[in-house]
Nanobody, 119 residues
């Protein structure tokens, strides 16, 4: 098995944008739900968005600013983040599994990529 690998994080000023990518080289990618979670320092891991392959859901706190998408041919899921605010600062994790908004629905997790939004 190959764990998902995130990329695209970095430091950005408030109001800026980043696009995160997650490559998940598993044979069942097309049948798996993909999701993004994030964890800020001292905070619990928080659901951000999921794409099941047929439907997408984005949590209210980022809805309208973040977009999730996937490319099954590339075994890759993306998180486009616009209008970033300092509260978005966190380590962002990619996950693959059966789906849902809870971490228990995901079997495979990346190591995370740091997103820092300065004011």
């Amino acid at each position: 098995q190959v764990q998902p690998v995130e990329s695209g994080g970095g430091l950005v000023q408030a109001g800026g944008s980043l696009r995160l990518s997650c490559a998940a080289s598993i044979p069942t990618f097309s049948r798996s739900a993909m999701a993004w979670f994030r964890q800020a320092p001292g905070k619990e891991r928080e659901f951000v968005a999921t794409d099941s392959g047929s439907r997408a859901y984005i949590t209210d706190s980022v809805k309208g600013r973040f977009t999730i998408s996937r490319d099954n041919a590339k075994n890759t899921v993306y998180l486009q983040m616009n209008s970033l605010v300092p509260e978005d600062t966190a380590v962002y994790y990619c996950a693959a599994g059966v789906g849902g908004i809870s971490s228990v629905g995901y079997d495979y997790w990346g190591q995370g990529t740091q997103v820092t939004v300065s004011s």
